[in-house]
């Protein structure tokens, strides 16, 4: 048993180093204020001009998953004002994307994410042909998932939506409304599929 546990431990140390050099190659790429300290297991790039804050114990990346060794986690306040907060005891498996441009993006304590999860608080261009440049804070609302939320692979949040404590939100799913808690919601557009 003890050997086992030492076995296991060296190996999730040769892995770390195998990682260091993307992740310190991604801090150096990063240029935005970022407030606590997540325990990084995947490169992260954090950028923008807003404000990235980790409440407590976060982890980003995990292994054994798929694309630990060949993605990264792309984290971005672009405007200033801009805000992206994760809570405490949260696991953000591999290639996360969370964009905040106007607005924020709240994710609370204990919640998984699964690979290639994305979420946005804006649609980062009008729809009109003419204003296809153009972002409008108007246009933009704010994300909030809240504590001990599931959220599976490849999963696609947009503006303006909240996920209900304790829900699960089923892979592949394309969340564009707001979901209650405690549900199991999934599909495009997701919706309620039964109660937890």
Known sequence: ?????????LNFEFLHLLQLPR???????????????????QPVQFVGKGKIIFDGNVTMGFFPSPYFFNGYTYIEARKKGA???????TCVNNNFVAISEHKSITIG?????GTFVEIYDSNFHGLEPERRNISSPE????VVVEANVFIGSNVRI?????????SVIANGSIVTKSIPPGVVAGGNPAKVLKQL
């Open 139 to 142: 246009e933009a609302s704010e």
């Open 83 to 89: 805000l992206i907060k994760i809570g405490n005891g």
């Open 158 to 166: 947009l503006k303006g939506v909240t996920i209900g404590r304790g």
């Open 23 to 41: 992740i310190l190659k991604y801090k150096l790429l990063s240029n935005c204020k970022v407030a606590g300290r997540p325990h990084l297991l």
């Open 1 to 9: 048993m003890l050997l086992n546990k030492i076995k296991s431990r």
């Open 109 to 113: 304590e204990n919640v998984l994410i």
